[in-house]
């Protein structure tokens, strides 16, 4: 089984992320360090990040009972 492909880019970011992805059904959390869900989105390509203070978060991508974590660093 191959590794699901996901990305996302700008990283660091202020405004946006856009999700890179060959799944077709997913869902994308961003957590602060501490664990607190800030984001959930679902089958979504780009999100809104702009309300989010700056620091360090981690994304979470969720496709079937696939997992990726990423780190994103917000400025």
Excluded: C, H, W
Aim: hydrophobic fraction near 35%; charge should be neutral.
């Amino acid at each position: 089984e191959t590794a699901m492909q996901f990305a996302f880019y700008p990283n660091p970011a202020d405004e946006s992320i856009t999700i890179r992805t060959s799944q077709t059904d997913y869902k994308v959390s961003i957590y602060t360090l501490t664990g607190q869900q800030i984001i959930r989105k679902t089958n979504s390509s780009t999100i809104d990040i702009s309300d989010i203070a700056a620091g360090t978060y981690i994304v979470l991508f969720k496709s079937g009972d696939t997992l990726s974590r990423r780190k994103l660093v917000v400025e």
